[in-house]
């Protein structure tokens, strides 16, 4: 597929091109016009050019933990049609959920610190390489703590969904609501609109289904419950994602 093909492109751009530098700027005939060049001029020329490339990868957020998840998934090895859950830290932190789910073959790529538009840079080497069956998002969270409008937000799930669809048209494809984090409660309201925003475009779109995880996480009064949360209030602690296992078993 050409998607495929171009994104496999992307992932070893880099390292392809520092590997021609290195192989005397190509092979054969062609490398002969280099065979009187200064080595000084040569050397120089391929630290500039690693610099170059070091400071390319570096400019792309989350590159290289995203390409120790795929050094790891691939080290354990996978098969096709399994789940995939991603997203940010709450799913990366998430220690619990493959043994929570014995029976499945379950993939964590979450990333931490990520928004919605990083999985959307991401997406091949954290989701379509695996070729998935099913894919549960955490996206949102950090994007409205950083001030991002739930419209671009959900632009950047849109072309998620859209592309994930495109590839696999019978792809199930959950996203999960924004949790209520004691120490970012003061932003309540926005996370509120996310989570009306996802609910509603979940039920517009054909293949597409909301999760809600707030409910579960609050209390009678509506306000979060701290105990729920390790001691930074933000991220959930065991009895946090014990509940989380709860809800998500209805989706097995």
Do not use: C
């Amino acid at each position: 597929m050409q998607t495929e093909s171009m994104e496999q492109h992307w992932i070893s751009s880099d390292m392809y091109v520092f590997g021609q530098l290195l192989n005397g700027f190509g092979s054969g005939e062609k490398s002969t016009k280099f065979e009187n060049m200064n080595k000084q001029l040569i050397l120089l020329l391929l630290v500039v050019g690693l610099i170059q490339l070091t400071a390319f990868s570096q400019t792309v957020p989350f590159e290289q933990e995203v390409r120790h998840i795929s050094a790891r998934i691939d080290s354990l090895g996978w098969e096709k049609g399994g789940t995939v859950f991603t997203g940010s830290s709450t799913i990366r932190m998430w220690k619990s959920l493959e043994p929570s789910f014995p029976n499945e073959n379950i993939l964590n790529t979450g990333f931490g610190g990520s928004k919605a538009s990083d999985l959307e840079t991401h997406l091949f080497p954290l989701v379509i390489r695996l070729q998935p069956s099913r894919v549960f998002i955490y996206e949102g969270d950090n994007d409205i703590w950083a001030g991002v409008e739930v419209a671009d937000i959900m632009t950047s799930l849109d072309n998620i969904v859209n592309r994930l669809q495109l590839i696999d048209p019978t792809m199930e494809i959950y996203l999960i609501g924004a949790k209520p984090s004691p120490s970012r409660w003061e932003k309540k309201a926005n996370y509120e609109v996310l989570n009306q925003k996802l609910k509603e475009y979940s039920l517009s779109k054909e293949g597409v289904e909301f999760i809600d995880t707030w409910a579960a996480l609050i209390d009678a009064e509506g306000n979060p419950r701290p105990e729920l949360f390790l001691e930074d209030q933000l991220h959930l602690n065991e009895n946090g994602y014990e509940l989380w296992t709860r809800i998500f078993k209805s989706y097995f």
